[in-house]
Structure formats: C-alpha cells, structure tokens
C-alpha cells in the first residue's frame, strides 16, 4: 500500500471516530473561496481550508468541496471547473490520490447539493460560508467546535505521505535560502535577496507559506519584518531570512542568521546554532515541550553571559526576567498543513486546553511531545528596545553591549523537526546537506 493509500485510511478512521463522538453521520468540507477586498472587486490569494487539503493535494480549486459519510472510508471529492472564459482553468494532474476517492467535476455548487439531496441536511459543515449559496445550505452544524478540536487533536500526528511532503517543502525552502545567502553576500538589497528567493525555485510570492521576513542589520530584531528595502545599506552587517516553501499544501519554516564579515556577530550566530543544536538532542517522546522552552531560555541567558550583555549566571539571569527582553516568542510551534499548525494547546480530543503561561505568554505549544509530532525549533537573542524599557534601570545590563549589538539587529535559527521512537529526524538540516550547504 502506497504513503497515500495509507495516509487517507488514517484521515478516513479519524474522522470516523471524531463523527461518531460528535454525534454526526457525514461531514461536508468546503475548500473556499476568494473573499473580494472592501469596495473593490479585487480579492487577495486564495487560501484552500486546511481541513481540505488534509484529504487530497489540491491547494489551487476554490469552490470544491469533499463529502464523507462514517464509515464508508472512501470520500467524493467535488472539483469545482468554472466553465469561465475570463480566468485560466485549474490544472489538476492525474495523481495517486484519484484513485482513493469518488471524483465527480462540477461547474456549479448547485450540482453538489443536487448530488447529495437530504444527506446534506444531516451533514456537518466545516469551512467558511460567507458566501451564497453556501450560507444558504441546510446543514446540521457549522462549523462544530468540538468535532474540529478532535480532528486538530489528532492530526498533530503526521503521516508518513504528510512527512514525505513536508521532506520535499523544506528541501525546496533550503534551495531558496541558499540563493538568499549567495544574494546577501553579493551586497544585493533585501528586495534583490527576496526576487532571488523566489526565483531559485519558480515560485508566485503568493506561493509561499508566509510574509518572508528579508532583514538586513537592524530589522533583524522586528520579528515579523517584511517591508524589504529597495536600496542595499551603505555598511552591511548582518542577515536574518525566516521564510518557507509549499509542496502539495505542506509548509516548510526555516531561518537562517549569517554576519557579513567576522567578529562578534559572527561569534554570537555560532553560539546561537549551538545552543539550538543542544535543544534538538532533548527533544524525546514524553518529554514536556514548555520545559524546553524553559532550556531554551537557560541556553540564552548563558550566551547573554558569555557575551557580556548580563551579569549573572544563567539561572539568575533567567530568574530575573532578562531573557524574555532579549528573546520573547516562543521556541517553535507545530508545522504542517498550516506553518503554526494547530492543536498546540489541547490536552485531548475532547478540546481540553491547556492556558496559555502567564510566564511565556508567545509559546504556541505546550503538549507533551509524541512520536510522530513535528515541530520547529527557533531560538533567538535580538535588541528590541521596546522590551528593554522594563530594564532600563538595571545595573546588570552592559548597555555598552547592547549597543554593539543593536546596528546587527539580533539572531535566529529554526529547523524542522520530526519526533522518533528511535531518534528524531531533522528535515530542515538534511535538506541543506543534500545541497552540500550546510
């Protein structure tokens, strides 16, 4: 049996079971639909209903939807071809997974609710409806919390066929950012390095999973930058580059921290990638992942230690808040359909959460970590000014320090990891070993 085959078997008996303990007999996913701008009739692009993309790997027909019944383990896809003389077709090539489902073209939604009669009726309905005539439709629920905290629960556990995608995302992500460095070293401008981005592997900036953050120097320490400015700086110091890559609705997240010339910042990058390196041999089944954001923070208090940006030892240093200034996201989140993929936060699949900390408010995963989880790892030390107001007084702060470090902006490094039974599997690193690049 083929990686999909197997794939769509376990995505059929989860949503057995999460139908069944939610009371509901069938189940209609719809893929979307592009929402026009306000006052306009532009719409910005379409992103299909990971809930819909989770069955097959069609990521570009809005307006389709898949309908499942309990217990029947073969879903109808409905892919909906506007018969449209304005816009290109979908292409949708003959794959694998055509053969594990009921296939049926459409170009009218009022094909599908003729197809399905009364079974629409006791279906539940997951995805947006803001448009007629999906808002329209008699369905049992829309929408339905619980049923969708128990298939976010469990789909936190990847598939083979899901890892196998996610392999190939981050191999394209790699490909990308060893363009982006040639380019940060040629002294382009965060725009130039951002067209090479995309240009080292044919993609639609559309195309990426997220906004690339492209910084140079100082913009390092925005955490979300993605202004890009068209002139390179007159002194190039520094490069920080977080951006990904899809391949059949997967999400790749890497980010890469690179000094210009030698010296301190180029000392600080190194440490930060060992330190980074020391968290992934922690990571085990069963192990708590807040407690590894907990090393995480112990691991940047020592290079704020060693670097002399702080008096103290690691532990004070932490215990004092300090670190929170210097490196206040999370440590990394669950990736996969979506780039922070869901379910971070339930305890179970009847959609017990576990509260946010109070301590570290930003970390998006505070599940035990379980085989098959897969998970970036994204330690990092910035000058973000607004945070060091709290410390402002402090006499433990080497101001002298900070300011060094401030024209360089800050340090990140992220990889992908998937969690093994015998060992863990680190898609980001391999995927730039394969291009003899790191």
């Known amino acids: 049996m083929g990686a999909y085959a197997?794939?769509?078997?376990?995505?059929?008996?989860?949503?057995d079971k999460a139908l069944d303990d939610n009371h509901f007999e069938s189940v209609l996913i719809y893929s979307g639909q592009p929402r026009v701008d306000f006052l306009d009739d532009n719409a910005p692009p379409y992103r299909v209903n990971p809930l819909f993309k989770y069955w097959v790997p069609v990521t570009e027909s809005p307006k389709s939807a898949i309908f499942y019944r309990k217990g029947s383990q073969r879903p109808t896809v409905y892919l909906f071809q506007a018969r449209d003389f304005w816009h290109a077709a979908v292409s949708i090539p003959e794959e694998e997974w055509q053969q594990h489902v009921d296939l049926k073209i459409i170009d009218d939604l009022s094909m599908l609710t003729?197809?399905?009669g009364?079974?629409?009726?006791?279906?539940?309905?997951?995805?947006?409806d803001f448009a007629q005539p999906v808002s329209d439709w008699k369905v049992k629920a829309r929408n339905p919390q619980a049923l969708i905290d128990h298939l976010h629960f469990h789909r936190s556990i990847k598939t083979e066929w899901e890892v196998d995608n996610l392999r190939e995302a981050n191999r394209l992500a790699a490909k990308a950012h060893v363009a982006a460095k040639e380019a940060f070293y040629a002294g382009k401008s965060e725009l130039e390095i951002h067209h090479a981005y995309l240009g080292a592997i044919d993609f639609r900036e559309s195309q990426v999973p997220y906004n690339s953050i492209v910084a140079l120097?100082?913009?390092?320490?925005?955490?979300?930058?993605d202004v890009y400015d068209t002139v390179p700086p007159k002194q190039i110091r520094s490069f920080l580059i977080d951006a990904g890559a899809r391949y059949r609705g997967y999400c790749a997240d890497i980010t890469r921290s690179y000094a210009y010339e030698e010296g301190f910042y180029a000392d600080l990058v190194e440490a930060m990638d060992k330190a980074q390196q020391e968290l992934l041999s922690e990571i085990k089944p069963g192990a708590s992942y807040y407690d590894l954001h907990v090393s995480m923070h112990l691991k940047v208090a020592q290079i704020l230690s060693d670097f002399d940006f702080i008096k103290g030892d690691a532990q004070s240093i932490y215990d004092k808040g300090y670190t929170s200034a210097f490196m206040p996201?999370?440590?990394g989140h669950f990736i996969g359909l979506q780039v922070h993929d869901v379910g971070g936060f339930l305890k179970d699949d009847k959609g017990t959460s576990?509260?946010?900390?109070?301590?570290?408010?930003?970390?998006?995963?505070?599940?035990d970590i379980e085989v098959g989880h897969v998970f970036t790892i994204e330690p990092g030390l910035y000058?973000?000014?607004?945070?060091?107001?709290e410390h402002k007084d402090s006499a433990d702060i080497n101001w002298d320090k900070v300011d060094e470090l401030r024209p360089y902006g800050g340090v990140r490094i992220e990889d992908s990891i998937v969690v093994g039974s015998d060992g863990n599997e680190n898609l980001t690193r391999d995927a730039f070993k394969e291009l003899g690049a790191e």
């Open 329 to 331: 996201h999370g440590l």
């Open 354 to 367: 576990y509260e946010r900390s109070e301590r570290h408010p930003f970390l998006r995963l505070l599940r």
């Open 217 to 225: 120097n100082s913009h390092s320490a925005i955490l979300h930058y």
């Open 6 to 15: 197997e794939h769509i078997k376990t995505v059929c008996n989860r949503f």
């Open 118 to 128: 009364s079974e629409l009726e006791q279906s539940a309905f997951i995805g947006e």
């Open 114 to 116: 003729e197809d399905l």
């Open 383 to 389: 000058v973000v000014d607004q945070l060091l107001e």
